[in-house]
């Protein structure tokens, strides 16, 4: 049929953008309040993260733009094209390798949360193992299903967000944000860095650009999903230090899980909103889990010429190791940071040198042609 | 297949031949006669049971007899024959199969002595049922006929509520030995081809002995055999399908059956019932929206019991826990067999209720459901919380306008029963996201079973959860790509 046929692999601008949005909101939520009220010290963490969406948004420029000078192809196609097959294949493999260390943390981040708020008697191994046997299922299905389940579930979790906020202001003390840049701007800036490491997720335009049906709308899509991220973030983390203050937003592990636990809902039916919020949260761990899982195993499915479903298979074992690996929360987020690193080089540097060196070609090229 | 023998010259060469095809059955009727005073050797074949005497011997027998006289002046015996009879639809078959399964259709086959071509009349007049009110699917404001076993009469139901010229049927006949009447219909125009042809090849890859009952053709041209959903829809009621076929769906009738098939469906429609149409925007909507919500309840209310029990009990309310345990004080259970214990005497007292004669059957229901419940409350094997969880989930899972869609529901239910029992909430999300999963991936003749929710059509969200104003639902259903797709302007 002519608007049903969708073996064909094609996606819409919104859903590209929720995309963009869902694969950057996963762990951050939960961890970024912490890991900036440690670096900033003062309140005014929120401005980082605002900063740090503005610099995620030029980063998604540059993906974009890249991704649109070859229409069709996917990053782990076309890198090899800018700087040849072998220098090609290895960041591909880079890039896989990083979308498998990013799906294992978030499982574990994932486990550990739901064995502190719902599970504390089952083993840990045992709620990763089946969240993994439901994730193949969906991975398999290619980009399509895994479109239209984030489409179906990103209004869910944004309206889990928002009830999650709203509730959150009757301990909501706005002298905790103050004095605003009390310290001058020199706390902001340290503020940077743990931010823009949350904002890794957006790179999934990488490949995402390839199969969507007007990829002319790929720039809109990227700056909605980043900006959608950034609000949210924001208000999140304005949120944790508004209602805990900065110094308990430090030392607890899991900042917005604290906020949650001090929320009543009115009516007074469920107790207890922080296992509400973490059997919700499921539905968000697993649709980034879903999309990295996707973006690792597509990567090695065309570095290899072979089918992605394969390797989705092959590399739930690697992601089950590397999520049982850290042995304590430290190494976790240890783990975690390592990980936002490497998206920074690999997603900040990279395609900007690949925007000028496929650039420098094209003129190349085109003097060739003209000559 | 069929063999291609031709009809021989000779009469009883043609009526030993047919007699060995079908046999000497007492129901198979060979009139041998002589044809007025012209002295033809003919034979009239026919089945007893299967056709109208009375039309035979009328319009058939009489005038052959009595009136082929002037019958020299045609130069075929055949074209004589076709001159007298008076019944209405009249042809000539040559083929000796052929005509083996005209007879077991129901016409009446006449033979006659020194022509290779046999006569075949419409002579049909079985005993048929008459048109009742559809009992799986009752409304309280809409029409009261329902199809019935007979596919002309059903076809003639959807003829009466659509007076299009364009309205197309076409006619299979599936099943190698029962040789079943399939029907395929559509808006000429309207419904979109792909869809048209898409139906087509998947009824002519069936190959099987026999077609007993529409459920067959279901199963057999399903998208996905093992997922628990029912992709194409059924229904008997005719304003169903003549809705459905408005909106740019195909249908599928099959003989033998008060059962008719639609495709495409999607998850939206089982949901709806056509009584929401036809009430007002205001309640239609409501209901609607409650319907959604029993559908929560029948899938959910069981499995969050036993996961708060069992695993979560801090999520409930101090106070409302309190009176919890002391309900549950004495159970010897945990939870999850309280649970099953109490859901599958429920599943076998609705199985038992259906099959007894209808008096007794509600005795059934109803000494079932109060005396063991209460007498279970009193010894102790369950909680007076778990009879009103279990009693709750039952009446949702009546509330579904579609019993597939219901029969999904009960499955899924004891699935999750084992995920809550299993991981507490955590298996209870983990398994929605699998249902939900599941769903993305499931497709319906090509249309994704979860649209128009996702792939997002937010312009067709106008008759989903609510069912908005008719004025202004003014296009056809994007998800079956309708060649028209104006409704109203």
Same mark, same amino acid.
């Given at each position: 049929?002519?608007?049903?046929?969708?073996?064909?692999?094609?996606?819409?601008?919104?859903?590209?953008?929720?995309?963009?949005a869902?694969a950057m909101i996963g762990t951050g939520i939960l961890v970024l309040p912490q890991s900036i009220?440690?670096?900033?010290?003062?309140?005014?963490?929120?401005?980082?993260v605002?900063?740090s969406?503005?610099?995620?948004?030029?980063?998604?420029?540059?993906?974009?733009?890249?991704? &649109? %000078?070859?229409?069709?192809?996917?990053?782990?196609?076309?890198?090899?094209?800018?700087?040849?097959?072998?220098?090609?294949?290895?960041?591909?493999?880079?890039?896989?390798?990083?979308?498998?260390?990013?799906?294992?943390?978030l499982?574990?981040v994932?486990?550990?949360?739901?064995?502190?708020?719902?599970?504390?008697?089952?083993?840990?191994?045992?709620?990763?193992?089946?969240?993994?046997?439901?994730?193949?299922?969906?991975?398999?299905?290619?980009?399509?299903?895994?479109? &239209?389940?984030?489409?179906?579930?990103?209004?869910?979790?944004?309206?889990?967000?928002?009830?999650?906020?709203?509730?959150?202001? %009757?301990?909501?003390?706005?002298?905790?944000?103050?004095?605003?840049?009390?310290?001058?701007?020199?706390?902001?800036?340290?503020?940077?860095?743990p931010s823009i490491l949350s904002f890794s997720g957006?790179?999934?335009?990488?490949?995402?650009?390839?199969?969507?049906?007007?990829?002319?709308?790929?720039? %809109?899509?990227?700056?909605?999903?980043?900006?959608?991220t950034a609000?949210l973030y924001?208000?999140v983390v304005?949120?944790?230090?508004?209602?805990?203050?900065?110094?308990?937003?430090?030392?607890?592990?899991?900042?917005t899980?604290?906020?949650?636990?001090?929320?009543?809902?009115?009516?007074?039916?469920?107790?207890?909103?922080?296992?509400?919020?973490?059997?919700?949260?499921?539905?968000s761990m697993?649709?980034a889990?879903?999309?990295?899982?996707?973006?690792?195993?597509?990567?090695?499915? &065309?570095?290899?010429?072979?089918?992605?479903?394969?390797?989705?298979?092959?590399?739930?074992?690697?992601?089950?190791?590397?999520?049982?690996?850290?042995?304590?929360?430290?190494?976790?987020?240890?783990?975690g940071?390592?990980?936002g690193?490497?998206?920074?080089?690999?997603?900040?540097?990279?395609?900007?040198?690949?925007?000028?060196?496929?650039?420098?070609?094209?003129?190349?090229?085109?003097?060739?042609?003209? &000559? | 297949?069929?063999?291609?023998?031709?009809?021989?010259?000779?009469?009883?060469?043609?009526?030993?031949?047919?007699?060995?095809?079908?046999?000497?059955?007492?129901?198979?009727?060979?009139?041998?006669?002589?044809?007025?005073?012209?002295?033809?050797?003919?034979?009239?074949?026919?089945?007893?049971?299967?056709?109208?005497? +009375?039309?035979?011997?009328?319009?058939?027998?009489?005038?052959?007899?009595?009136?082929? /006289?002037?019958?020299?002046?045609?130069?075929?015996?055949?074209?004589?024959?076709?001159?007298?009879?008076?019944?209405?639809?009249?042809?000539?078959?040559?083929?000796?199969?052929?005509?083996?399964?005209?007879?077991?259709?129901?016409?009446?086959?006449?033979?006659?002595?020194?022509?290779?071509?046999?006569?075949?009349?419409?002579?049909?007049?079985?005993?048929?049922?008459?048109?009742?009110?559809?009992?799986?699917?009752?409304?309280?404001? $809409?029409?009261?006929?329902?199809?019935?076993?007979?596919?002309?009469?059903?076809?003639?139901?959807?003829?009466?509520?659509?007076?299009?010229?364009?309205?197309?049927?076409?006619?299979? /006949?599936?099943?190698?030995?029962?040789?079943?009447?399939?029907?395929?219909?559509?808006?000429?125009?309207?419904?979109?081809?792909?869809?048209?042809?898409?139906?087509?090849?998947?009824?002519?890859?069936?190959?099987?002995?026999?077609?007993?009952?529409?459920?067959?053709?279901?199963?057999?041209?399903?998208?996905?055999?093992?997922?628990?959903?029912?992709?194409?829809?059924?229904?008997?009621?005719?304003? =169903?399908?003549?809705?459905?076929?408005?909106?740019? =769906?195909?249908?599928?009738?099959?003989?033998?059956?008060?059962?008719?098939?639609?495709?495409?469906?999607?998850?939206?429609?089982?949901?709806?019932?056509?009584?929401?149409?036809?009430?007002?925007? +205001?309640?239609?909507?409501?209901?609607?929206?409650?319907?959604?919500?029993?559908?929560?309840?029948?899938?959910?209310?069981?499995?969050?019991?036993?996961?708060?029990?069992?695993?979560?009990?801090?999520?409930?309310?101090?106070?409302?826990?309190?009176?919890?345990?002391?309900?549950?004080?004495?159970?010897?259970?945990?939870?999850?067999?309280?649970?099953?214990?109490?859901?599958?005497?429920?599943?076998?007292?609705?199985?038992? $209720? +259906? =099959?007894?004669?209808?008096?007794?059957?509600?005795?059934? $229901?109803?000494?079932?459901?109060?005396?063991? $419940?209460?007498?279970?409350?009193?010894?102790?094997?369950?909680?007076?919380?778990?009879?009103?969880?279990?009693?709750?989930?039952?009446?949702?899972?009546?509330?579904?306008?579609?019993?597939?869609?219901?029969?999904?529901?009960?499955?899924?239910?004891?699935?999750?029963?084992?995920?809550?029992?299993?991981?507490?909430?955590?298996?209870?999300?983990?398994?929605?996201?699998?249902?939900?999963?599941?769903?993305?991936?499931?497709?319906?003749?090509?249309?994704?079973?979860?649209?128009?929710?996702?792939?997002?059509?937010?312009?067709?969200?106008?008759?989903?959860?609510?069912?908005?104003?008719?004025?202004?639902?003014?296009?056809?259903?994007?998800?079956?790509?309708?060649?028209?797709?104006?409704?109203?302007?």
């Open positions: 049929m002519k608007t049903n046929d969708r073996s064909k692999d094609s996606i819409t601008a919104t859903q590209a953008a929720m995309m963009t869902k009220a440690k670096s900033v010290e003062t309140p005014d963490g929120w401005l980082s605002l900063l969406g503005i610099l995620a948004m030029l980063c998604g420029f540059v993906v974009v733009k890249l991704s &649109q %000078r070859f229409p069709g192809r996917t990053y782990y196609q076309y890198s090899q094209e800018i700087v040849g097959k072998w220098i090609g294949a290895c960041i591909g493999a880079g890039m896989c390798l990083y979308y498998i260390f990013s799906a294992g943390y499982l574990r994932m486990g550990e949360v739901v064995r502190m708020y719902l599970l504390d008697k089952t083993p840990i191994v045992i709620i990763m193992l089946t969240f993994m046997g439901v994730a193949i299922y969906m991975t398999t299905a290619g980009i399509n299903a895994i479109a &239209q389940l984030i489409e179906l579930f990103l209004p869910i979790i944004i309206l889990i967000m928002v009830v999650f906020i709203i509730f959150s202001f %009757r301990d909501f003390e706005l002298d905790n944000l103050r004095p605003v840049l009390g310290e001058g701007f020199a706390p902001v800036l340290k503020g940077i860095k957006f790179e999934v335009m990488l490949f995402v650009t390839a199969f969507m049906s007007e990829p002319h709308k790929a720039i %809109r899509a990227i700056f909605a999903g980043i900006g959608l609000v924001t208000l304005a949120v944790a230090i508004g209602s805990l203050t900065v110094e308990e937003v430090q030392t607890v592990t899991w900042p899980m604290s906020v949650a636990m001090n929320i009543e809902l009115p009516g007074g039916f469920f107790e207890r909103f922080e296992s509400l919020f973490t059997v919700l949260w499921v539905i697993f649709t889990f879903v999309l990295y899982h996707y973006g690792g195993s597509l990567g090695f499915g &065309q570095l290899t010429g072979k089918k992605f479903q394969l390797f989705a298979y092959l590399s739930l074992p690697l992601i089950f190791m590397i999520a049982i690996w850290p042995s304590n929360l430290n190494k976790l987020f240890k783990l940071d390592y990980i690193y490497a998206s920074f080089f690999m997603f900040g540097i990279i395609p900007v040198m690949f925007l000028i060196l496929a650039a420098v070609r094209r003129a190349q090229h085109a003097n060739k042609r003209a &000559q | 297949m069929m063999d291609d023998t031709q009809l021989s010259k000779e009469l009883h060469h043609n009526v030993e031949e047919i007699r060995k095809q079908i046999g000497h059955s007492p129901d198979v009727v060979i009139r041998s006669f002589c044809m007025g005073d012209l002295a033809f050797q003919a034979a009239l074949i026919y089945i007893d049971g299967l056709v109208d005497k +009375l039309m035979i011997h009328e319009q058939v027998l009489k005038p052959l007899m009595h009136l082929a /006289k002037n019958a020299a002046e045609y130069d075929r015996r055949t074209a004589a024959a076709e001159a007298i009879i008076s019944a209405g639809e009249v042809k000539e078959q040559n083929q000796l199969a052929v005509c083996v399964m005209e007879v077991l259709s129901g016409n009446t086959v006449l033979l006659i002595d020194g022509t290779h071509t046999a006569i075949v009349i419409d002579t049909h007049g079985w005993e048929r049922r008459s048109i009742e009110e559809p009992v799986s699917e009752a409304v309280v404001r $809409g029409p009261r006929d329902g199809f019935t076993e007979t596919l002309r009469s059903n076809t003639a139901m959807l003829r009466r509520r659509i007076k299009d010229p364009s309205f197309t049927m076409e006619m299979y /006949k599936i099943g190698r030995r029962s040789q079943t009447d399939v029907a395929v219909l559509y808006i000429k125009g309207l419904t979109n081809e792909a869809l048209v042809e898409e139906t087509r090849s998947r009824l002519k890859q069936i190959d099987i002995d026999e077609v007993l009952e529409s459920g067959y053709i279901e199963q057999l041209v399903e998208d996905n055999r093992m997922s628990p959903f029912p992709q194409v829809q059924n229904t008997e009621r005719p304003d =169903r399908v003549a809705g459905a076929l408005m909106e740019g =769906r195909v249908a599928i009738l099959i003989d033998g059956t008060p059962i008719v098939l639609i495709v495409p469906v999607t998850f939206a429609m089982m949901m709806s019932s056509p009584e929401d149409y036809y009430e007002r925007w +205001l309640p239609s909507s409501l209901i609607r929206l409650l319907r959604y919500g029993a559908a929560f309840i029948a899938l959910f209310l069981p499995s969050l019991y036993i996961a708060l029990i069992s695993y979560n009990h801090g999520l409930i309310p101090t106070k409302l826990a309190i009176s919890i345990a002391a309900g549950r004080e004495g159970v010897p259970f945990p939870s999850i067999v309280e649970a099953l214990i109490m859901e599958i005497t429920l599943e076998i007292l609705r199985e038992a $209720g +259906l =099959r007894l004669p209808k008096p007794i059957g509600q005795a059934v $229901g109803i000494v079932g459901g109060l005396v063991i $419940g209460q007498a279970a409350v009193q010894a102790a094997i369950v909680s007076p919380i778990m009879v009103i969880v279990v009693a709750l989930t039952a009446i949702s899972s009546f509330a579904f306008p579609q019993y597939g869609a219901g029969l999904a529901i009960r499955i899924l239910r004891f699935g999750m029963m084992m995920a809550a029992a299993v991981l507490g909430l955590y298996g209870v999300i983990l398994f929605y996201i699998l249902i939900t999963v599941h769903m993305t991936r499931l497709k319906s003749f090509g249309v994704p079973y979860l649209s128009p929710f996702v792939p997002a059509h937010p312009s067709q969200w106008k008759d989903l959860f609510l069912r908005f104003p008719l004025h202004m639902l003014k296009r056809r259903p994007a998800m079956v790509s309708p060649q028209d797709d104006k409704r109203q302007k």
